[in-house]
């Protein structure tokens, strides 16, 4: 069973920094893309960053680069979101996703968590 938990959320003020971390198990974590995605409220969901396996390249939505920095420990089926400068319109309810493929999705991951929420503060 494809287990994904998420951690490291929380109440920031604007230009602040945030690091999550996701636990993952029951797969292969190194064979799969692997990534963040965002929910807000009235807002269309979005992958924010993504690890693909077929070149090891990480992948960023344009709302986030130069900001957000994602990373693995394959040893410890884990990956991280750096997220730095934030602003309030970061604030959602961040989830851990993994894809069946060693590509990142253009739209949705497979599998996802339960999400963390993150809130930026003005």
């Known amino acids: 069973e494809v287990q994904l938990v998420e951690s490291g959320g929380g109440l920031v003020q604007a230009g602040g920094s945030l690091r999550l971390s996701c636990v993952a198990s029951?797969?292969?974590?190194?064979?799969?893309?692997i990534g963040w995605f965002r929910q807000a409220p009235g807002k269309v969901r979005e992958i924010v960053a993504c690890?693909?396996?077929?070149?090891?390249?990480?992948h960023y939505a344009d709302s986030v680069k130069g900001r957000f920095t994602i990373s693995s420990d394959d040893v410890k089926s884990t990956v991280y979101l750096q997220m730095n400068a934030l602003a309030p319109e970061d604030t959602a309810v961040y989830y851990c996703?993994?894809?069946?493929?060693?590509?990142?999705?253009?739209?949705?991951?497979?599998?996802w968590g339960q999400g963390t929420q993150v809130t930026v503060s003005s």
């Open positions: 690890i693909s396996r077929s070149d090891g390249r990480q």
């Open positions: 996703g993994m894809d069946e493929t060693i590509h990142c999705p253009s739209y949705e991951f497979v599998y």
């Open positions: 029951g797969f292969i974590f190194s064979r799969y893309a």
